[in-house]
Structure formats: C-alpha cells, structure tokens
C-alpha cells in the first residue's frame, strides 16, 4: 500500500504474466500508476481490456509498436487491443501518474 519503484528483468516474460516498471503503488485490489509507470503483459487472446480509474491517458504497444492512446474519464472497462483472430502477443502499458488498474478481461 506504499509507492515503491519497479523495474523490467531483462528474461522474458512469461505467458498470462504481468510486470511493473516505474514507480507504482500496490493495493489490495488495484495498482495505482506514479511517475514513468509501465506495465507489460504477456497474453493470448482476441481482445484485451482493463478496468481503469482515475483521469488520464494510457498509451497501448504491442510486440513493441504503437496501438492506441486510451483516455481514461471514470470508472469502466477500457479496450486496449483488438485483433482480427486469437493471437499471442507483449502488451506494454505507459500509464499516467494516478490512473488505476484493476482487472484485465479478454475476448
């Protein structure tokens, strides 16, 4: 429940795995972005969405390139990804300081 700094290992992540990086604080139901906060999941699925709070922007990669920007007004399930079919892929997350996250879902 205190902010703390997170980083990236360099091994690659595995599969239905997430990682902090940046400065983040961790509570029992949710993560509260801080300065340079990124988080990076591994996934496989068609669509990829976050429960979200807070205001501010979320800027989505994949597998390194940009996707989208996400602006965050409330409380609600965002959608950050949408492929054609079910594939696997590196989510990264850049997450302004007091956006929180709660839940993934996928379609």
Request: hydrophobic share 45%; no cysteine.
């Amino acid at each position: 429940d205190e902010p703390a700094a997170y980083r990236f290992r360099a091994a690659p992540l595995p599969l239905h795995h997430l990682a902090y990086d940046g400065r983040w604080q961790i509570e029992g139901e949710r993560a509260v972005a801080g300065l340079g906060a990124r988080l990076r999941l591994r996934f496989r699925a068609r669509d990829v969405h976050l429960v979200l709070s807070g205001r501010g922007t979320v800027d989505v990669r994949v597998d390194g390139r940009p996707v989208r920007s996400v602006r965050v007004a409330g409380d609600r399930l965002y959608t950050l990804a949408r492929f054609g079919e079910a594939r696997e892929g590196l989510l990264e997350l850049r997450v302004a300081p007091g956006v929180a996250a709660y839940a993934f879902t996928f379609g």
